[in-house]
């Protein structure tokens, strides 16, 4: 054919075809492609020139890219172990995008390779075979594809203190009207050019370049709308809003594709350690191994600059908390000052009550109003995960990200449980606890397993879900006081619509999901969710059936107050609760997703905020 252009060259096999079978996943099914068996990191090829509408993980295809080539016609890649192309990327018949893996719903690695056409399934096959080389390709390369739109023009000046942002577009440059630049959807590239026409102003004919972004530049209902950069603030009130087409790329263009493709940068695709100032501090600590000294009550120890051991006396109560995900557990204090106490921010601080070790981390914040007691702050070494940083990583699982990351930051490791999960691939941007989310969230997708990350005393601690629960029994009796609301006013939801904008078609697609049996008791409430990207009708209904169990259920709260306090209880384990509670009855483990202890002259209580708010209450 030479139309296109065969995806994977180096594969061995179409090791499933395009229409029904049974899978191991799913059972009986529609399988909308076909998957072609190929080693892990074999390239995959563009099979036309377009432009990228979706690169990233998406539910069972796991990471996947999805191209549109124009005239209606989508082609998909699932599976992959890495992506070269960015999201709004333009790209060649031929070019290189990704790399074969088995990531997603996934027995072997393969590619699966998909075609839509004005987004109805198609066998790709109709398209392209594997003779379809890129030497006999007889296709159109260019990328500068004329693309009319219905389109809404809103006039925009950045005069002093009327937009965020002030005068620089999204990418940090200085705003100049006299380069006639505007702000355009997200789908559109920077650096894409925009012709107006149909306004009936003197702007038609004019052509614009996409610099600039903004949270109400959508499109909808088919029309894309585009935020034009005046001259002046006057011209901006004049022109107002106008209704028209814009020409998206094109001849209009006032650069030439090999101009165009001078401009593009590179995907990010590793990150690379260029250079290092200085040699990383060590901490000196003994207080680590150091013995209790009171055998009762509570035991706060503070090694201060000079390696000197001190237990400072307390005023007032002691606080230590902790939270399941994205906080380091904390502890505060009051001490009397005396002219002996001497100690800094950064010195490391141990908490022990009744000879158990407690907490272990080092100060953070000193503060007071008088001359008498100092409040202190102290976080354990989580703190440090707040740092924000730019990884690269390949073939590691959650617990290799843990154990490199603790490397990175001189931070001390206990227990880390194998995850056995590999991650094939990433490059993640942000805070390390954010880093640290993301391989969990893949290892959950992907084992069913979930696993609880804290600091034991000092060591960094990784255990499954299930090693965290407590044989400790929480009723009316062990507390003295508890907070337990039910409602269905807030984020609860019996009706699921999920909408998707098919800018081919230039429709709306959206796709509803009932029960029945709760409408009929609560009427009909309705969750609804704009999504970014087509999904088959096995990933919506699996989208579909995660909400509705999430949402179609009485929301209820459990915070315990004032509990016998229990050193063992910590956010991320698992207490047996039994209440009778009116309307419902608990008699099950739920998890513990905050945690305050406070200890008062030798008394320890707890506050729990415990979760199994959603499907695990026992009626």
Known sequence: MGKYIWPCPEYSRISSGY???NCPFHGQEFHDGIDLAAASGTPILAFGSGTVTKSGWNGGYGNYISIDHGNGLISFYGHCSQLYVKQGAKVSAGQKIAAVGTTGSSTGCHLHFGTHLNGAKVNPLNYVKDSDTINNYT?????????????????????????????????GNLLNPANKTCAAPPSIPFGTKITVQGTGTS???ITYTVTDRGGAIQIENGVYHFDLLMSSNAECNRWGVKYGTAIIGGENSLVSDAEETKQETKEITKVTLKSITGVVGTRKEILRDVPTYLQNGAEIAIQNNQGKIQIPAIEGDITWETKRSGSPASLKFSVVKDSELNFHEGNPVSFKFNGQNVFYGYVFSKSRTDNKFIDVVCYDQTRYFKNKDTISYENKSYADLIKMLATDYNLKCGTITDTKYKIPSRIDEGTVFDILGYASDLTVINTSKMFVLYDDFGKLTLKPYEDMILPIWIDEDTAQAYNYTSSIDSETYNRIKLAYDNDTTGEREVHVFNNETNQGKWGILQYYEKIDNALSSADLKLKADM???YYNVIKRELT?????????????????????????????????????????????????KLSGVRGEFSA
Do not use: Q, W
Request: proline letters at 1%; a positive charge.
């Open 203 to 205: 702007l038609d004919g």
């Open 19 to 21: 229409g029904n079978r």
């Open 139 to 171: 296709g159109k390369t260019s990328n500068s594809a004329i693309n009319s739109v219905k389109a809404k023009f809103t006039a925009y000046y950045p005069a002093n203190n009327a937009m965020e942002g002030g005068f620089y577009d999204a990418r």
């Open 547 to 549: 909400l509705m169990k």
């Open 560 to 608: 315990m107050k004032k509990v016998f306090g229990d050193v063992r209880v910590r956010a991320g384990t698992s207490v047996a609760v039994g209440m009778g509670l009116g309307d419902i009855n608990i008699k099950n483990y739920m998890c513990v997703e905050n945690a305050v202890h406070t200890f008062s002259n030798g008394l320890h209580t707890m506050d729990l």
